[in-house]
């Protein structure tokens, strides 16, 4: 897995992108209830927008979301 890639993942990265990149990423957002991950709005939703839509702190999201990949 690319450390640099997973370093990369911010507020603005786009879902989609994430999802591109580490598919194995789905299972943690699906934690969250983020289950409408292949939706039109995945597509150009960043996390930070995701997050406000799912009442989730975006820091800690991106925070456990980095160390799930890099465990992996």
């Not at 990423?25 to 969250?32: R, V």
Request: glycine share 2%; proline share 4%.
């Amino acid at each position: 897995m690319e450390m640099l890639k997973i370093m990369e993942i911010d507020r603005d990265s786009i879902i989609s992108e994430i999802l591109e990149s580490f598919p194995e990423a789905m299972p943690k957002f699906q934690e969250l209830g983020m289950h409408c991950l292949g939706c039109a709005l995945a597509t150009a939703e960043s996390l930070e927008q995701a997050c406000a839509a799912h009442a989730v702190d975006p820091d800690e999201f991106i925070i456990e979301l980095k160390a799930y990949l890099l465990s992996l």
